[in-house]
């Protein structure tokens, strides 16, 4: 269930950042980390395997971010934060989300 409602959260996300913008803006980044985290925090919760769960962050990363480099920052950042063994999304965006 958590995972259909960040699926939804994230698509919406998306939809916005697509409409109003032809570049990332910091703020959505910031947003976009802590989605991130989120995401990697019900899933590991979810006892899903990681590259399951790179798989599914990475869609909604490349979903909702256009710039390639930004996509790579975002990519990195949850690479880290799937390794690290905390599963509590503040802890998480306190880490990789600064």
Same mark, same amino acid.
């Given at each position: %269930?958590?995972?259909?409602?960040?699926?939804g959260?994230?698509?919406?996300?998306?939809?916005?950042?697509y409409a109003?913008?032809?570049?990332?803006?910091?703020?959505?980044?910031?947003?976009?980390?802590?989605i991130?985290? &989120?995401? =990697?925090?019900?899933?590991?919760t979810l006892?899903?395997?990681?590259t399951?769960?790179?798989?599914? =962050?990475?869609?909604?990363?490349?979903?909702?971010?256009?710039? *390639?480099d930004?996509?790579?920052?975002a *990519?990195?950042? %949850?690479n880290?934060? =799937?390794?690290?063994?905390?599963?509590?999304?503040?802890?998480? &965006?306190?880490?990789y989300c600064?």
């Amino acid at each position: %269930m958590k995972k259909i409602l960040l699926a939804g959260v994230c698509i919406c996300v998306a939809a916005f950042a697509y409409a109003n913008s032809t570049k990332d803006s910091s703020a959505l980044m910031a947003q976009q980390c802590k989605i991130s985290a &989120e995401t =990697v925090a019900a899933l590991k919760t979810l006892q899903y395997g990681n590259t399951a769960i790179r798989k599914d =962050v990475a869609s909604l990363i490349s979903t909702t971010l256009k710039v *390639q480099d930004n996509r790579e920052i975002a *990519q990195k950042a %949850m690479n880290l934060m =799937v390794d690290d063994k905390a599963k509590d999304a503040s802890t998480l &965006e306190m880490k990789y989300c600064s």
